[in-house]
Nanobody, 125 residues
Framework: QVQLVESGGGLVQTGGSLRLSCTAS????????MGWFRQAPGKEREFVAT????????IYADSVKGRFTISRDNAKNTMFLQMNSLKPEDTAVYYC??????????????????WGQGTQVTVSS
């Protein structure tokens, strides 16, 4: 069974930066797509960014494009999300997700088989 553990969330002021990490254990996900999603109170979980197994292909939500960067280190079974120029509307619980099947990057919640417990990101105005 795969376990995903996020870290790096916290409280930051508008314009600040945070770097989230997601480490997988139990099975290597190095050849499969992974992604970041977020969920604000009262809202549905939404796509943030996804990366292919090789790390060469990425897709971002329009709301974070140019500010967030997704990357992965397959040797360490870890994925990252560098978040710059943070805005109050980025406040949410951020979840990492892993897909246990080979494919290109995926943007749908239902495309992923494994989920972390989430890490809170709060951006103050």
């Amino acid at each position: 069974q795969v376990q995903l553990v996020e870290s790096g969330g916290g409280l930051v002021q508008t314009g600040g930066s945070l770097r989230l990490s997601c480490t997988a254990s139990g099975r290597t996900l190095g050849i499969y797509p992974m992604g970041w999603f977020r969920q604000a109170p009262g809202k549905e979980r939404e796509f943030v960014a996804t990366i292919s197994g090789s790390g060469t292909s990425t897709i971002y939500a329009d709301s974070v494009k140019g500010r967030f960067t997704i990357s992965r280190d397959n040797a360490k079974n870890t994925m990252f999300l560098q978040m710059n120029s943070l805005k109050p509307e980025d406040t949410a619980v951020y979840y990492c997700a892993g897909r246990g099947r080979s494919s290109g990057p995926r943007m749908g919640v239902r495309d992923y088989d494994y989920w972390g417990q989430g890490t809170q990101v709060t951006v103050s105005s």
